[in-house]
């Protein structure tokens, strides 16, 4: 589990089963995925951090694929940006660079002016990859496992992040505290 958290499915089935039918495997995980929403709930402070957040802003960036995405947002109560990046949407998944560059570009910033929350090593290296700076969640890894990944911060979850303004140049002041 630690090696396919926050990757692509697609990237793990064709490491770990190189002579199997990678597409049909991939499809049957997804549809696994999909029925299995009775765990799906937001980080704690997630909604209202993305309440909080101007909606042309943020944007997600996901190792799984759209119709999953969509379902998770979804049975978690979490808005559905407009624009998003996911594994149908890449060609090289976390931690590669292209996903967090992709999704600045999306937003139309840098990467290097954006700031990448994940709780995955391979998301955190991806970011990192990409030039943003990288909020790290405590949620699923321990604390050295997110720092040797390259995290700038470490927090317990969504609910240690404020925003503190919204300047005109596109500048957004977050606040992080830890508890």
């Not at 990237?11 to 770990?16: K, Y």
């Not at 700038?152 to 609910?159: E, L, P, Y």
Request: hydrophobic share 40%.
């Amino acid at each position: 589990m630690h090696k396919a958290h926050g990757r692509p499915s697609l990237s793990t089935i064709r490491e770990l089963l190189p002579d199997a039918d990678h597409d049909a495997e991939n499809a049957e995980v997804e549809r696994m995925e999909i029925e299995d929403v009775s765990d799906v709930i937001p980080l704690p402070g997630a909604t209202e951090l993305l309440a909080a957040l101007p909606v042309d802003r943020w944007t997600v960036v996901t190792s799984c694929t759209r119709r999953l995405a969509l379902v998770r947002l979804r049975v978690a109560g979490l808005p559905v940006p407009e624009k998003m990046i996911t594994s149908t949407d890449i060609v090289n998944g976390k931690p590669h660079p292209e996903p967090y560059s992709k999704g600045a570009r999306l937003l139309g910033f840098a990467a290097q002016d954006c700031v990448v929350f994940e709780d995955a090593p391979a998301g955190i290296r991806s970011g990192k990859a990409a030039q943003s700076r990288v909020v790290a969640f405590r949620t699923t890894e321990r604390d050295e496992l997110l720092r040797e990944s390259g995290a700038d911060w470490i927090v317990k979850d969504a609910s240690a992040v404020r925003v503190g303004g919204v300047a005109n140049d596109n500048a957004i002041t977050l606040l992080l505290r830890d508890r």
